[in-house]
């Protein structure tokens, strides 16, 4: 077993853990943050995306003692310490950017991330950005428009859908 201490949503935590044991199972089973999902566990669908020191990763394809030290945020650290729903998740739910929700935590979470890079994306920028993250249900059209109203909403500007 080995002690990991890590930063997680603002929170410090630590625990022991067994040095195979992945992030997302150290999110999920020692701290019960279960936003992030786990899918495919091989990195392709995105769903267990958060986070980590300034860069969005798949935490299924990290071992949480390679986190030690680390600054972690998921989808429960981004609202508001009142409850306040973060832009990006307002987002999402104003325009209809998800359906089943499996995918969404990540999704949201990779979006996070693109917005800190690149606060004005266009759609081709927002359509590659989340490109490692999948989605069964939406068709990707209303995470993108819920990426594009955020990020109008992150800069002071006005939503206006792009006419079809």
Known sequence: MTKVSMVVNGNAVSA????RTL????????LNITGPHIGC???H????TVDLDGKSVKSCTVFAVQAQGSDVLTIEGMAAPDGKLHVLQEAFR?????QCGYCTPGMITRAYRLLKENPSPTEA??????????CRCTGYQNIVKAIQYAASKIN???????AE
């Open 16 to 19: 022991d853990v067994e040095s």
């Open 23 to 30: 992030l997302i199972h150290y999110l999920r089973e020692h």
């Open 41 to 43: 566990e091989t990195s």
């Open 45 to 48: 669908c995105g769903a267990c």
């Open 94 to 98: 104003e325009m209809h950017g998800l």
């Open 125 to 134: 920028e927002i359509r590659m950005g989340i490109s490692g993250n999948l």
């Open 156 to 162: 002071g500007v006005e939503y206006k859908e792009a």
